[in-house]
């Protein structure tokens, strides 16, 4: 399969088949990706709560820097940082983690805490 069939094949899954996805591959490279342009891009809830939207790599994130995020570029963020500093500051702000949002849908919304537990579950896989 060609990296654009891989990528297309990835932005169709069900929700939770992209988390697992975002799981793997941050514990596997050791980083998250976000999007930034003097500042991080941001979304919304449906109820208005504020997200923080990350992605499993530059080119999965790259596809949805557009409408309200065009112009921002992919950064990465190490998954220590990720999960020491961001995730725990997020958590106090009230900003919820959205996982791999695609072109044209909504990220995956999981709660703070468990999003870190399965994240530490798989790194824990490559100890």
């Known amino acids: 399969m060609s990296e654009p069939q891989r990528i297309?094949?990835?932005?169709?899954q069900p929700g939770p088949i992209r988390y697992e996805?975002?799981?793997?591959?941050?514990?596997?490279?050791?980083?998250?990706w976000g999007l930034f342009s003097d500042g991080w891009a941001l979304a919304r809830r449906d109820d208005g709560a504020q997200v923080f939207p990350v992605?499993?790599?530059?080119?999965?994130?790259?596809?949805?820097?557009?409408?309200?995020?065009?112009?921002?570029q992919p950064r990465d963020?190490?998954?220590?940082?990720?999960?020491?500093?961001?995730?725990?500051q997020?958590?106090?702000d009230g900003v919820y983690p959205g996982i791999f949002y695609t072109p044209t849908g909504q990220g995956v919304l999981p709660e703070h805490q468990q999003l870190t537990d399965d994240l530490h579950a798989e790194l824990a896989k490559y100890e």
């Open 8 to 12: 297309m094949s990835l932005l169709s």
């Open 21 to 32: 996805h975002f799981i793997k591959r941050a514990a596997d490279t050791q980083h998250v």
């Open 55 to 72: 992605w499993p790599s530059p080119e999965l994130a790259a596809l949805c820097a557009s409408g309200d995020w065009a112009g921002y």
């Open 77 to 88: 963020i190490p998954i220590a940082d990720f999960l020491d500093e961001l995730l725990p």
């Open 90 to 92: 997020l958590k106090k």
